[in-house]
DNA sequence: CCCATAACCGACCGGTCAGCCGGTCGGTAA
DNA sequence: TTACCGACCGGCTGACCGGTCGGTTATGGG
């Protein structure tokens, strides 16, 4: 039926995705690897099976869904056309995530200073290639092309993401709404500042 | 000499900025009560016969030192001025905090999770009271000047301080430099975008 | 000077949790 | 059929840490 192969691969999965899970819900000390095992219906040895530590089960986890999230910015940023287009491609895609998927972004901000070293640069270096750099390559291009004022390009995509984070929440769905009116408000405050427009009058 | 009241005061200030120095450095979970005590020159017992729990040791700290925060963007909100010019006080007021300062703001988004209950809400709303609400005041005032476009202004505000956060850091300190020209980043920014003004070409 | 009281000490306790390890079982290849 | 291997089990333990408590020292009022 199954082999050994992929049955070892379901379980890792469902590992990962109940520590997933989890690590939203509570901060990292808070969560047990007995928690994580049982929400993934196996034992705590058979979670030491596939996993060396709890560090390196978070890491892991974190790793593989950041690359994803690589893989489906990349998209955007192969895309043809201005950069206000692209961005609102990227923004959307991310917007339109599954609210667990989405959340797991902010987990890497929460809990990095938990891990030291190599494992803690390896996270930051995921995420970084994961969200601000494929933002960053857009923006280099907006200032190439004119269509961005000239500035520190990683400065500007760092606050293109901070912006986006704002409209995650609740606060955000009541006064805005879906994923349009949120990406229309991001990518206006982005491109043209929150200043009355000059020329219009009240 | 000392009265025993300074005394105290005195061991409670000393036992209150080793806690902020290190919760600054580590995660809440990873700083031990053993750790503080030993940082401030005290026992354990000492520093339980002066707060009931780490939790509520934790708590106090930040309430104090929110508490300081709110009564000093405080004045730039009740200064007289355009919307900018009051944002521009209350940021410079901010960038020019000691570091240790400035950045126990972010403590309270990495940290909140720890808490449950009404003690987690009291930190919230200190947070809030310190800083989003009195930009969001500002930000008021500039909608109904017509300084700003009709908007949300708590959603403005988020926005803003979101924008102030990008700013401090070592890769803003790279290619900014120093305050005022962080000042004008951000301010730029929010106020005008990040596009190339209309009727300006290369 | 005496005594009450508060500040402070540090050994200790109880609970928790990451990680270990000896063992079972089902699959697989010869 | 046998021999083996990897998946998985779950009780256990050693370290750690928040909090306690009985004791000691400093302070100040009477």
Redo the contacts between chains.
Sequence with gaps: MASQDSRSATTIAKIRAAARTLFLA?????VTTDMIARAAAVTKGGLYHHFPSKELLYISMMLSDLEGKRALFEQAVAMKGTCRDRLARLTRDFLNLPDEERELIRLV???I??FHGEDRNRLIRAYQRALPEQVEAIVRDGIAA????A??P???S??YV??V???IGD??AR??GGTESRLD?VLG??????????GVM?
Tied chains: 1, 2.
């Design positions: 509570r901060n990292y000390a808070d901000r929460r809990d200073n938990t004119g269509e961005l004022a500035a520190d990683r400065l500007l760092w606050s901070a912006l984070e704002i409209v606060h955000a006064v805005l408000h405050l982005f491109f043209d500042g929150a200043e009355v427009p000059a009240a």
